[in-house]
């Protein structure tokens, strides 16, 4: 495999939507500066974190690799833990192995495409297998920081060699992570939810897809080989058993994969719904302010109302509310009860600074969005242990957000109630200045 030119290949990934540069050396006050994360020429070691600083920074890029026959959740657990990675600030991706054999192939014809015997298939399987990994390599190359190759991996023969670019040609960590499941009643319910609407089978028959996925499990099993700690000793890699009924962990090591085990472990493999939404209108809403602890308006009452009518009317067994218990909030700083042009004109710097880095920047004696991620943290933990929730976090005012996650993305459902309220959305700016 050869992987692309350095100078090159970052060129590629940056012209990735969504990836930006951004030059710590422009033309920005050194109070400001201060407030940006550190890269791995600036991070120092203290007891205590400064304003910017990352608490989750990574020393060596990672690739997780997914293991298991198919419809065992690799693909969602995939995007669930890229999701969470990048949540707590660690720059992940996902490259799923189906998406490079969809591109390579014109369209899935049956099942026949997985049978073992099938030469010309598996060269195909293997020159996309050897595609994604480039890219995978490629990307970490270029300041990604974990890489997620979503794919069976299902032989020794097929580990070994992702070992061997990975960790003996890269230097890189590499983790495994098999799904094993032989559960009927989990695998049909997969099948029939995720499988047969995956991109495969959009012009196919619905008993017609089901049957020929079934198969293409069969030509999998053929060649079968789970991750087992005798015969590959020296890789790092955790197993789920049945949706978490139970997990071995061999050989983790370090920080990232010390997190990746302790969210995998309370992971829903199953999709179920989460419903958020914020609370309602506030009296320091009506006025443009920042954070505080008033009462409702009289719209905002209104919502709490029509919200709680419309969730029991939804008749949903099990559910579970999580809220704060004060009025706005728990946490306080000196630009509380401001309003952005008030901080702006008081404190210029760290206005800049918030719109430089607004994930790390710490508001003097307040709390970044890290903080929270970090406080919340062990709430995100025990919703993925349950069923449908309801936590009131910062989302649209007098709007419920249903989610549900599936394999290929997540469902999104925005519902509006009829109340009119002020917009407290403030989007970043393309350039800051002063009053």
Request: net charge neutral.
């Amino acid at each position: 495999m050869e992987v692309f030119n350095s100078v090159n290949v970052c060129d590629y990934y940056n012209r990735v939507p969504g990836m930006k540069l951004w030059n710590i050396d422009s033309d920005i006050s050194p109070e400001t500066k201060r407030h940006i994360p550190p890269t791995s020429e600036t991070i120092q070691t203290k007891p205590f974190p400064i304003r910017g600083e990352r608490a989750n920074y990574v020393n060596s890029p990672h690739v997780i690799c997914m293991v298991g026959l198919p419809a065992r959740g690799k693909t969602y657990i995939s995007k669930k833990l890229s999701r969470y990675l990048n949540w707590i600030g660690i720059n992940t991706k996902v490259f799923n192995l189906g998406e490079y054999r969809r591109h390579a192939t014109t369209a899935y014809k049956s099942h026949e495409f997985f049978r073992p015997d099938n030469r010309e298939a598996m060269a195909i399987r293997t020159t996309c297998a050897m595609d994604a990994l480039n890219d995978v390599c490629g990307w970490l190359e270029c300041g990604g920081e974990v890489a997620v190759f979503d794919a069976t991996n299902s032989t020794i023969e097929r580990r070994k060699l992702i070992y061997d670019i990975v960790v003996k040609k890269m230097g890189y960590k590499l983790f495994f992570v098999e799904s094993v499941c032989d559960d009927p009643q989990i695998i049909e319910q997969n099948i029939k939810e995720v499988k047969v609407n995956s991109p495969d089978y959009q012009n196919m028959d619905r008993e017609r897809a089901l049957s020929d996925f079934l198969l293409r499990i069969d030509h999998y099993k053929e060649k079968y080989e789970p991750l087992d700690e005798k015969t590959e000793s020296s890789l790092s890699f955790m197993k789920i058993y049945n949706t978490g009924e139970k997990v071995v962990v061999h050989k983790h090591e370090g920080h990232i994969q010390s997190r990746i085990v302790y969210y995998l472990m309370n992971i829903h493999i199953i999709p179920r719904t989460i419903y958020i939404t914020r609370n309602g209108e506030s009296l320091t809403d009506l006025d443009g302010r920042i954070g505080g602890d008033s009462d409702l308006s009289e719209r905002g009452k209104q919502y709490t109302e029509a919200l709680a009518k419309y969730i029991k009317e939804q008749n949903i067994n099990g559910l579970r509310v999580w809220t704060s218990w004060m009025k706005r909030t728990i946490q306080t700083g000196i630009c509380e009860d401001m309003t952005y042009a008030e901080i702006q004109c008081k404190y210029p710097d760290d206005f800049t600074a918030r719109d430089k880095a607004k994930f790390t920047y710490r508001y003097p004696r307040g709390e970044s969005y890290e903080d929270l991620v970090a406080r919340l943290e062990p709430v995100i933990m025990e919703l993925e242990r349950q069923g449908n929730e309801l936590p009131y976090i910062n989302v649209p005012l007098h709007t419920l957000i249903k989610l549900t996650p599936v394999a290929y993305g997540c469902k999104v459902e925005y519902i509006k109630f009829p109340i009119e309220a002020v917009d407290t959305h403030r989007p970043k700016p393309a350039v800051s200045s002063s009053c």
